[in-house]
């Protein structure tokens, strides 16, 4: 095609634009575009190909490929299965409905993928780094590479692929379910409530202003709480606890385990279930060397309270010995 076309496509063609054109598509076409064209999708099952700047509004039962070298700005009322080798990719979902209807296979690059009121499906590639920004809606990721996800305001469910990668992963306003598995994970929390399923690789959690509720893998796990309520299940790795000014639930696993309270973060009343004396650890800082106030028994467990107020509850525990107890500044 030329430098500038406007071309409207039959039935089942084949285009080729190398232009900055503006094509109207068929049913069941085939384009491929190279230039800086702007393509309006038809009905039924429609393949694009997209290598330079372009813009694409899909309305079939579209497969769309992104090359390495693109930028492409998508949107898609109907299904749709778009794979990105590697450039910049904005997705839309701008149909009705709540019905999975957008599989994404995402290479290194960025990729924005907002689902409306239905859901995206997204998967990256195994060897490459994503970098993956959600917007509203639900939004599935499986990710395979040492991948940046980015959770906005839609609901969010992101898992590791089972592979040792290192992911990060950004929270949102929005409600997210994050499962480790095998990959390192580390998660800065949003104001959106968040569910966690730590894995065999390291987990390190930077909570939010949401509230959190985490079940422990069999790798290492370090979480830092902070004003919302907490309720962590640990598994069998070894944790290391910084409770913060929210009220958390902590039920210490077959690891070791360390509680660290730091002077002036805290102050809300925390219950550590199944402290083992004699293996986990309490840790305090900033306390000058007495951050015990008070402490008593009540109901078979000890109750301590810290200087800055910081409540705490160890239950099925009558007495701490000396080497459950680090004192630091």
Do not use: W
């Not at 939010?208 to 309720?231: D, H, K, R």
């Not at 309270?305 to 004192?327: E, F, K, R, Y």
């Amino acid at each position: 095609m030329g430098a500038a076309d406007t071309i409207t496509a039959g039935a089942a063609a084949v285009i080729t634009s190398a232009g900055n054109d503006l094509i109207t598509g068929g049913a069941g076409d085939t384009i491929t575009a190279s230039g800086n064209a702007t393509i309006s999708g038809s009905s039924g099952r429609n393949a694009y190909v997209l290598n330079g700047n372009v813009s694409l509004a899909s309305r079939g039962t579209d497969r769309v490929t992104v090359g390495g070298a693109a930028y492409a700005a998508v949107t898609a009322r109907g299904s749709i299965t778009l794979t990105s080798g590697g450039g910049l990719v904005s997705f839309a979902e701008t149909g009705k409905g709540d019905d999975e209807t957008a599989t994404i296979n995402g290479g290194a690059g960025l990729l924005s993928a907002a689902a409306g009121t239905k859901k995206i499906a997204i998967a990256t590639q195994s060897g490459t780094a994503t970098t993956v920004l959600l917007g509203a809606g639900q939004c599935n990721v499986t990710s395979l590479g040492a991948d940046t996800i980015t959770a906005a305001a839609g609901a969010a469910t992101i898992a590791g692929a089972g592979q040792a990668n290192a992911v990060l992963v950004q929270g949102g306003s929005g409600a997210l379910t994050l499962t480790a598995r095998a990959s390192a994970v580390t998660l800065l929390g949003g104001s959106g409530d968040s569910l966690l399923v730590g894995g065999s690789g390291p987990l390190d959690v930077i909570a939010g202003s949401g509230n959190m509720t985490l079940s422990g893998g069999t790798g290492p796990e370090q979480i830092v709480l902070g004003s919302a309520q907490a309720v962590i299940q640990e598994g069998s790795g070894s944790d290391v606890v910084q409770f913060g000014a929210g009220s958390a639930t902590v039920t210490s696993g077959a690891g070791q385990s360390l509680y660290t309270f730091v002077a002036g973060q805290g102050g809300g009343t925390d219950l550590i279930a199944n402290f083992a004396v004699g293996t986990d650890q309490l840790v305090f800082e900033g306390y000058g060397g007495n951050a015990i106030q008070s402490q008593s028994v009540a109901g078979g467990s000890l109750h301590l309270m810290l200087q800055d107020g910081t409540q705490i509850v160890l239950s099925n525990v009558a007495q701490l010995g000396p080497a459950s107890i680090i004192q630091s500044g």
